[in-house]
């Protein structure tokens, strides 16, 4: 009598696509690879490694200076105070061991019960500041997720807290178990989800070193296409680490060649919402959210939901907007296709980390300037805007005409020196004149009126419907609201000085772009914008919608709010108006491929297989 065979146990939600061994086509592929991602200079040295381990060595030990002095406030004796311990833990691209040269470092906090998070920006964030080597340290307690940023000595940490409900935090805690989340707020959970996340990731793919190469190319491409920013509506580490290592499980004895040439195809084909995931989610004992969209409407709406494999499972990307989404759809198409000719030698690795081209793809871009008057305001200000872009993009995907709103995933600083009040107002509303455009502190010293401008400089690129065939003239874009109520929305923080900062946003033509967005030789020199006879002829795209730090709004201008955005008007007309013009990519459906490219597809037997699974869409 024949015995039944044991089911063979696979990683992942669904059975592999292939089992098959790397050929030595892909072992070539892979050497290949990998001396591109040397040669793009991604690993970092045995000093920097060093340097981060004696930063977070002494971060460790602040930690636990923290703890003791609140326990001491709270009544704890000296002894209590010191065993009530503390501990920070690492997770995202250090922890999964792909971080490179000058990355940043993502930590925990972990904190007893009697420590509060108030305690944590009153009290840690202050003494942060006073630590020995440290910079740039600035909290932002209302986040979605509450964090302090930070550089000591040059390394940039990212700092959460998570207050466990215990009385002692010793050094041999882990996070894995789910009761620890008992008697958690949300944002806890979410804090201590980053380190559960990455340790239960590295259990659930098939081999780490394969995983590893992998994710450090695709992290690469990442941000080279200017996609890679949670923030601004892309994806963050997390969620790219989680959709290599599901090509990892489907693919379980490829090496990192063969995980690269299919993870594009994968992810260009994607039947989105369909979410994907390293596990089937598990349902627990505590009194918590997991991500389900059957039971949440909020959770229904998620456009490319990356479910977190650790309990509770939440969605990693609720960011993403329809703009981003087809952004990133494109970007999986043109590399599908590069690493397709990658395969048979007609193209080369560096191709695929070619420079993104934001800034040479439209037409008409909002500029959005945030501005103070000192360093510190100015980077919790800007934070403030940044946080609150992906609110603007949502507004403006809902203006007719407007097929798509593209934000770039990272502000522009700049430091101005001013002598006037027009020069002010000038560089506040992301002008730079020829008059103050190098000029130094030292050149203001003693003198009245001058003083140093801060900004933060974020762009949005618009992509326009193209002209119906047989319309004449131009057409009108009205995008006052969006603008208005993204203005409303950012001086709803709470730490909202309008005599201390400034927000302008403004219409520009990619003509009008300035000279710090591109690199050196990328464009074409223009002519320096000079200082206008007046004040009131300053305005060069336009009327903007402006508030300016440090003065007060003229009477001519609309009370409090930004005014409305007039994109390129009649003189008179005050609303909110666009000349439209052709040009601009089309996103509303799958572009073409090139003349010799079909469309990014698996091989047939792989095709047939992904298909079974659910992963590929027909």
């Known amino acids: 009598m024949a015995t039944s065979q044991p089911p063979v146990r696979h990683l992942g939600v669904t059975a592999p696509i292939s089992l098959s061994l790397p050929t030595e086509r892909d072992k070539a592929i892979t050497i290949s690879l990998m001396e591109e991602l040397r040669h793009q200079g991604i690993f970092e040295s045995e000093e920097e490694t060093r340097l981060r381990e004696h930063v977070l060595g002494r971060l460790a030990g602040l930690v636990k200076q923290f703890v003791e002095k609140v326990s001491l406030m709270r009544g704890l004796s000296a002894t209590a105070a010191k065993q009530a311990g503390g501990k920070i833990f690492t997770f995202g691209s250090y922890r999964l061991g792909v971080h490179g040269p000058g990355t940043d470092i993502d930590t925990v906090c972990v ?14 964030e202050p003494m942060l500041r006073e630590f020995e080597g440290a910079s740039e340290v600035s909290g932002v307690p209302e986040a ?27 050094d041999d805690l882990t996070l894995q178990d789910d009761n620890l989340l008992k008697n958690l707020d949300e944002r806890c959970i979410r804090s201590i989800g980053g380190t559960r996340v ?13 995983f590893r190469d992998a994710l450090r190319c ?6 080279r296409r200017a996609i890679y920013s949670n923030v601004m509506g ?13 090509i990892c499980q489907l693919y379980p004895k490829g090496n990192a060649g063969v995980v690269i040439s ?4 994968i992810m260009y084909r994607w039947s989105w919402p369909q979410p994907v995931m390293l596990k089937q989610i598990e349902e627990g004992p505590l009194q918590v959210r997991v991500w389900n969209p059957k039971l949440y409407p909020s959770d229904r709406a998620h456009r490319m939901p990356i479910i977190t494999p650790a309990y509770p499972a939440m969605c990693s990307t609720h960011n993403v907007t329809e703009s981003t989404h087809k952004v990133m759809t494109d970007e999986f198409r043109k590399a599908a296709e590069i690493v397709d000719q990658v395969m048979v030698d007609k193209a080369q690795w560096s191709q695929l980390f070619a420079k993104h081209d934001f800034f040479h793809k439209y037409r008409y871009y909002l500029q959005i300037t945030a501005s103070s008057g000192d360093a510190d305001t100015q980077i919790k200000w800007s934070g403030t805007v940044e946080s609150r872009l992906r609110q603007l993009v949502m507004k403006l995907e809902f203006v007719e005409s407007l097929i798509l709103a593209h934000p770039f995933t990272k502000g522009f600083e700049q430091v101005y020196f001013v002598t006037d009040e027009a020069e002010l107002n000038a560089a506040s509303s992301g002008e730079i004149w020829d008059s103050f455009k190098k000029r130094t502190a030292k050149d203001i010293e003693g003198e009245e009126g001058g003083r140093a401008v801060f900004t933060t400089t974020f762009y949005i690129g618009l992509s326009i419907e193209p002209k119906p065939v047989g319309a004449t003239g131009p057409r009108r874009l009205d995008i006052s609201y969006p603008t208005a109520e993204f203005a409303k929305l950012v001086k709803m923080w709470e730490h909202f000085q309008a005599t201390q900062m400034g927000i302008v946003v403004r219409h520009i033509k990619s003509s009008a772009l300035p000279d710090y967005v591109f690199d050196e030789g990328e464009r074409h020199p223009k002519p320096p914008l000079k200082r206008p006879k007046t004040a009131k002829t300053s305005g060069k795209n336009g009327e903007d919608s402006e508030d300016h730090p440090n003065k007060k709004p003229r009477s001519s201008h609309t009370p409090a709010d930004l005014q409305a955005l007039q994109v390129a008007s009649a003189p008179s007309d005050r609303q909110s108006t666009a000349r439209i013009s052709n040009g601009e990519p089309n996103y509303n459906r799958r572009p073409p491929s090139p003349p010799g490219l079909g469309t990014p597809t698996l091989p047939f037997a792989e095709t047939v297989a992904a298909q079974a699974t659910g992963v590929v869409a027909p």
Do not use: C, Y
């Open 262 to 265: 299919r993870f594009f195809t």
């Open 218 to 223: 695709i992290k690469l491409w990442a941000k």
């Open 111 to 124: 904190v007893p019960k009697h420590v509060s998070r108030e305690d944590f920006f009153d009290i840690f």
């Open 234 to 246: 892309f994806l963050g580490g997390v969620a790219w680490a989680m959709l290599v290592a599901r």
């Open 198 to 210: 990455t340790d239960e990731m590295l259990r659930l793919v098939p081999d780490v070193v394969v």
């Open 144 to 170: 979605f997720v509450p964090i302090i940023k930070a550089k000591i000595n040059g390394v940039e940490l990212d700092l959460l807290m998570a207050r466990l409900a215990l009385s002692q935090i010793g």
